[in-house]
Structures are given as C-alpha cells and as structure tokens.
C-alpha cells in the first residue's frame, strides 16, 4: 500500500487535521538503514512528523530538515522533507537495541536521551526559517507538540506511532497533527483534549479501524469531518553523481588529492539517506579538477 496523507476541515473549518499512514516509508527506511526495532520507532515518527510539515509547505523548491539531538545512544536523528513530499532521514547509530519500557513499549525515550530539536525550513527566503525547542518526553509526538506552542505558537495535538510485528515487520506507522484555528472555540478545544487524551496508539486505531476517514473523525469526534487534500509521500532521496561531485571540488584540489593518496587512490562518499556510495578513482577526480 502507498503512503498516504490525508488533509481535513473539522468543525466547519474551525480545526485543520492532517493524518498519515507512512507505513510503506518507515519499512523502506528500516531496510535501507537496517534499523533496530527502536531506531525505526524513533526514525519513523520523526519521518511521519516530517510528512506533515512538508506538506504545509507551500511552494515549489522548499524543504523542511528535522534534527532531533539527545545524549541517548541513537544520537542525532535527521530528517528531510520538501514540497513534493519526498521525504528520506537517517539516525547516527541505526543498531541501538534496548529492553521495552514500564509499559511494554519501544523505548524511543531512552534511545533519544535528553536534549533538543530544530527545525529549519528553507522557504525561498533569503534565510532560512530556524526554530528550536528542548525535549520534554524525547517520545518525540510530544517534544513535536511542545515546538509547535513555543517555537510556532500553534497548540494542537500530535500522534506518532510506528508499530512493529512480531516477524520484525513494521505492521503500522501512522500520525496526525489537529490544529485548532485561532478562533476556534474553547469548547470544541475540550473535546478534542478529552479525545487525545483516551487514545492510547495511534497505529492501533489505524489498524482496528482499517478506513482514515474514521480514524479522523474518531480523533476529532466531528463525524462531519470533510477531507479537502489526498497526497502520497515516499522515502525518497535526491542524491546524484553531479551533487557528489560539487562535494569533491567543495573539499579543494589540495585536500581530494590527499585522500586519495590516503587511501589507494579511491575516494568513497556514502550519501547518508539512501547508503548509496559514490566511488571515484584518481582519473575521474582529475576530471572534476580539470
Ligand atoms: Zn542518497
């Protein structure tokens, strides 16, 4: 099944909801890292997260990075996401493997550690927009909740789920962002809060209940919920042999050729989204040079 993401209108318009089943993505990025159960808990909901704000990008050309950075094993967590909703991430230690937590669940916390996140989104300006917010859980649909009050001064509620079978397979990656508009009243805001506050996984709502619409208006508890956009993101990386050889001539003729003496006349760059390597020999960097 594709990835899908799914915009919707609740409350005749008074609250915005996007929803995500990025199951197909989060499979591709635990096979092309080779993650563990909880790196690609981790990777996943921060490449769900990723999915939702690139698709709240509105021109051509602009892309939103991710950095999640704890003192727990996994390290950083990066992800990448642009307007055509091509979406790739990667974590320092992809092999983290960790006992489950209290309740029995992937421990995203433990792997994160404390620390921060930012988020730096390229719009066309002339800088780039740059926000910053500390960690609260490192559970990270809760630290994305926290950036959005502080760093966009947007509330809303977040889910972030990434479910992984007993055959090792990811069953379910799914989330959802409900964003009240500015002049939405109080008492719709409590039923939304009292809602999210009772659903314990989103990736076992998705499942039980096999249809998004539904998972929206169960989330919402508006069942005139309307949905207004169907988009499919996908892993997908931008890497290629034009962009690597701009990173050798960035190094400087001096320093290419001083690995390349360092190491049997090869240079190997690894593109970390897609651990795809791009081998170049003495030759082909006198070319780029020449
Ligand atoms: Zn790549």
Redesign the pocket.
Known sequence: MENILKKYLAYDGMVKVVLVNGTKMVSEARNIHNLSNVTTAALGRTLIMTAIMSSKLKDKDNRITVQIKGDGPIGSIVACGNSNLDIKGYVSVPDVELPLNDIGKLDVAKAVGKGYLNVIKDIGLKEPYIGYSKLVTSEIAEDFAYYFVTSEQTPCAVALGVNISKENKVDMAAGYIIEPLPDCSEDIIDIIESINMNISSVTGLMMDLDNMDDVAKTITGDNNIVCIEELNPSYK?D?STSRIDKTIIALGKDEAFKILEENNNKIEVN?N??N?TYKYNKEMVEKLFS
Request: charged share 15%.
């Open positions: 990386c890497c593109c989204f897609c795809k």
